[in-house]
């Protein structure tokens, strides 16, 4: 089956752009992860959605970063005036999970990278 | 607060050769640990876990050991091949699902 999608694959943007990132996370999976990884780093949370429940927002880095997601479908993070700090790959991950047991394996996607120039 | 670390790379060996790549890990509790491996040019894919203390996660011939005593799990494989070239990442899960990773190491095999 298809595994979990993102889109654009590569985002160069000019300084003070915003830019929209796209994730289709696996069919049927419940909760949605958004992880960034800086050159040469591990990556780093960013929000977790899982299902109608209100979304785990603390990894963002500022108030520039939000990102929406519509039941269990498809997420887009948003990055308003973007500085050369955020270039970095983001990557998009999704997993089936039950009663919140935090048990189920995540599935990412191949990731957007996004240069900030 | 949790965090992961693990060896630093490149880590270039030869096709054959013994790999071990060291992890450690700072949580309260019980977290599950997991290494994760990027293949050139693709996503993240899980490589193995352990969910309690003595575990030993396993596949494609790579073993890692739960270890609360010494908080490690280290990622070894008696003998690399040139496709297991990759970025490996340790990571540990405390709580729902969020995972904290380490830096990543870069494994180069040769031939």
């Known amino acids: 089956g298809a595994g979990v999608s993102q889109s654009p694959s590569n985002k160069v943007t000019e300084k003070g752009k915003d830019v929209e990132l796209r994730c289709d996370p696996i069919s049927g999976h419940t909760a949605l992860y958004w992880y960034r990884q800086r050159l040469g780093q591990g990556l780093e949370f960013l929000i977790y959605?899982?299902?109608?429940?209100?979304?785990?927002k603390s990894g963002l880095p500022s108030d520039r970063f939000s990102a929406e997601r519509t039941g269990e479908s498809v997420s887009t993070l948003t990055i308003q005036r973007t500085q050369q700090e955020d270039s970095a790959v983001y990557l998009c991950?999704?997993?089936?999970?039950?009663?919140?047991?935090?048990?189920?394996?995540?599935?990412f996607g191949p990731g957007t990278r996004l240069t900030v120039l | 607060g949790n965090s992961v670390t693990q060896m630093e790379g490149p880590v270039t060996l030869s096709e054959e050769a013994f790999l071990t790549i060291n992890c450690t890990y700072t949580?309260?509790?019980?977290?599950?640990l997991f290494w994760y491996v990027q293949y050139p040019g693709e996503g993240l894919q899980l490589l193995l876990k352990a969910t309690k203390a003595d575990d030993k996660g396993s596949n494609k011939g790579f073993e890692a050991t739960y270890r609360k005593e010494t908080t490690s799990f280290h990622l070894e494989k008696g003998s690399v091949q040139v496709s297991d070239s990759a970025v490996y990442f340790c990571a540990l899960r405390k709580g729902y699902n969020k995972l904290i990773f380490g830096a990543g190491t870069r494994l180069a095999v040769h031939p």
């Open positions: 991950a999704s997993s089936f999970t039950q009663g919140g047991a935090g048990t189920d394996t995540q599935y």
């Open positions: 959605f899982q299902g109608n429940s209100a979304p785990d």
């Open positions: 949580a309260t509790g019980y977290p599950s």
